[in-house]
């Protein structure tokens, strides 16, 4: 057999959705795109969403609505995509990168904690695998640590402490303490790549919780503004009769959200409950596979979290680098495609260059040596799970 990573799942629903989009005249930002971020809200239980055309994008503009920038810092993962700290660079603020909790895959709140300073505008936690971090920690750091904080716009002073910006890339359709992912954080920022367990092909979005210091539709508006070059009325608002007229208020950016990519999403959201059981099923029959095995197995759904089931990650216990590596080799032959989460950042070129290094990540390098991530998707069938299952437990008897 041929196993794929993560292809997307896509039925007749998601091509029946697209053709309409199509023959309706409207492809980019328009109907399918608003309905789409209404959907995203009342799933998440937030005021608003914003959709966008990534979850870099996503990241990059909350930062840019909070106003930091130069001299800034903004605490994140070492244990992560470039993504959550490439965006934190493109602000012109510092990345400051924290190490994971020992044999966590997320940040150590006590490294967070200690890693604070004056200069601290936000906190950039990773969920990882469809699990999300422990958010109300993080807000506790920073409402501990407040008297650091120097607000230096509108939304920071009305915040009054560092933000917790949720790179929930990983997390869409997950659960903490009942709570859904979107409304763990201050900001939390998607991602609906072709990758991940609910897809538009590219594309992303932004959700915040309701603070009553905070106006949600001017929010909304600045995200508008922000993706849309600055413009004061978008594409589908200039379509009504006469409403050509239009005002740039700011030199804004160009990454909003088609209805082409939210008509995918919205089919996907109308499958997505089966999909979620699918990729539980799935978790759960590789669980009970590997129990015996000489491995380390993430929980992704525990009286704390329910996970979404995006990737599935194993430790293979006392192993090293280069034994990890013949393992995804012996399953390459076999053609069952793994891969790795995550090379931490500092040992990237982009950010060894920046001063990084990664002895100063024990963990995050601990985690790294010995992890492979298996293939994981909602259309997987029991025979190719089962192929993927033989091939692996003959790859670990070397």
Partial sequence: MNIPFSPPDITQLEI??????????????????????QEISARC?????????????????????????????????????????????????????????PGSYHLDPDAVSRAVTSRTKAILPVDIAGIPCDYEQFIGI??????????????????????????????????????????????????????????????????WRAREEWDDAELYRQFQLLS?????????????PGAWEYDILLPGYKCNMTDVAASIGLAQLERYPSILARRRQLIERYDRAFANLDVELLPHFTDAYTSNGHLYPV???????????????????DGVAANVHYKPLPLLTAYRKLGYDAASFPNALALYK?????????????????????RFCIALRG
Avoid at 170 to 192: E, I, K, N, T
Avoid at 228 to 240: E, V, Y
């Fill in 315 to 333: 430790r293979l216990t006392g192993r090293d680098e280069a034994a990890r590596n013949r393992v995804i080799e012996s399953l390459a032959r």
């Fill in 142 to 207: 920073a409402q501990r640590r407040k008297g650091l904080f120097k607000a230096a716009s509108p939304q920071q002073k009305a915040l009054g402490r560092a933000a917790v910006i949720a790179d929930a890339a990983h997390s869409f359709g997950s659960l903490r303490g009942g709570v859904p992912s979107g409304a763990l954080a201050d900001f939390s920022c998607f991602s609906f790549h072709a990758v991940k367990n609910l897809t538009t092909g590219e594309g992303g979005a932004v959700t």
């Fill in 370 to 390: 010995n992890e492979v991530t298996l293939p994981l998707f909602s259309a997987m069938t029991d025979d190719q799970q089962d192929y993927v299952i033989d």
């Fill in 16 to 37: 029946d959705a697209v053709s309409d989009t199509l023959r309706s005249g409207w492809i980019t930002t328009g109907p399918k795109t608003k309905r789409f971020e």
């Fill in 45 to 101: 239980g937030t005021p608003r969403s914003v959709c966008l055309s990534s979850a870099t994008a996503a990241m990059e503009l909350t930062l840019r609505l909070l106003e930091i920038g130069p001299g800034d810092e903004v605490i994140t993962s070492a244990y992560t995509y470039t993504a959550s700290a490439s965006v934190i660079c493109h602000v012109g603020a510092r990345p400051v990168l924290v190490d994971t909790a």
């Fill in 228 to 240: 849309l070059h600055g413009q004061s009325r978008d594409a589908l608002a200039k379509n009504a």
